[in-house]
């Protein structure tokens, strides 16, 4: 059975475009701004050219254009116009809305020729911050509200993954310069949400630090044989969905135990499940952060 979506409700339009179904449905009804299908039972749905038509028509309405004159324009022309006015000041939604259309319709062209773009005025760094989290963000949400099925959500992904590590081959032929630490970044057990720490290691790199990048499930007790390697490690583990609140301080304690004995060694934590972790009990040398940001400046 195909679960991939291709058809949308109204509250699925909401999730995507970020307008109100109430809305929306003011922008169908008062202006025709979409054009919805409708069951036997008469319930709207929409296709994915609704879906484009939305986002495009919420772009321009962002920049100023009222909907009783976008109203007023062909299908041909919204798009036009949406190309005449992509500036600086809205090269960034447009960016996530072909991003979001190129998910929506595994069109990998797309998201190559929307990323070209982007690169072309940005740095890769920012694309990663100004687009990529943001969207990765939305994506999350998405895939809770079962907007999107995990086709979507793995096709795109994996082109972020691609992409990281591209350019993370570019500095990783160069010698580390930085030798008073090396950075060891993992996933805890059972932990598989790689993106951020993949993207972690593209900006230890950068800085001229030795990384050794081990990736997802990693236990504790492998990381042993890290140690016996290298002195003055900094751990970075990203926690997203692992360890489970309840295990949380008990994977810290271990960590401290196992691994921070009897050695300077440091372990820096990130990701959603650190809100779970009892800061007042927090060993000395373990640190959180709250955003990927934060800890890159930390490394700099």
């Known amino acids: 059975m195909n679960n991939v979506k291709n058809i949308f409700s109204i509250k699925d339009l909401e999730n995507l475009s970020g307008i109100k179904a109430h809305t929306i449905r003011i922008w169908e009804k008062r202006y ?25 028509i919420v772009l321009l309405h962002d920049y100023g254009y009222k909907i ?21 000041k809205t090269a960034k ?16 062209s797309l998201f190559f020729k929307t990323y070209d773009n982007l690169l072309s005025e940005k740095t890769f760094r920012e694309v990663f911050y100004e687009v990529f989290i943001p ?28 992409k990281i590590q ?3 081959e570019k500095v990783q032929i160069l010698e580390p310069i930085k030798e008073d630490r090396v950075f060891v970044l993992f996933l805890p057990l059972n932990e598989i949400h790689e993106i951020g720490l993949m993207y972690l290691n593209y900006e230890v790199l950068l800085q001229g630090y030795r990384c050794i990048y081990l990736g997802e499930n990693i ?36 960590f401290e135990n196992e691994i921070l004995k009897d050695n300077k060694d440091e372990l820096y934590l990130i990701g959603r499940m650190t809100q779970f972790i009892d800061r007042e009990k927090l060993p ?17």
């Open 68 to 88: 009783s004159k976008i109203s007023k324009l062909s299908e041909k022309e919204i798009p036009e116009l949406v190309k005449q006015i992509t500036t600086d």
């Open 284 to 300: 000395e040398r373990m640190s959180i952060y709250q955003s990927i940001e934060e800890l890159t400046k930390k490394i700099q």
């Open 166 to 168: 591209v350019n993370t």
């Open 93 to 108: 939604n447009h960016a996530i809305n072909s991003f979001k259309m190129a998910m929506m319709n595994f069109d990998q």
């Open 219 to 254: 236990p504790i007790d492998s990381l042993k044989d890290i140690s016996s390697f290298f002195n003055n490690i900094t751990y970075v583990a990203y926690l997203t969905v692992q360890p489970l609140q309840e295990n949380i301080d008990e994977y810290i304690s271990e």
């Open 32 to 56: 025709n701004a979409l054009e919805p299908m409708r069951t036997d039972s008469n319930i709207r749905y929409y296709d994915i050219t609704n879906l484009q038509k939305l986002l495009n």
């Open 135 to 162: 969207l990765m963000n939305e994506i999350g949400l998405l895939w809770q509200t079962n907007t999107i099925s995990p086709s979507h959500e793995h096709f795109i992904t994996n082109l972020f993954k691609q």
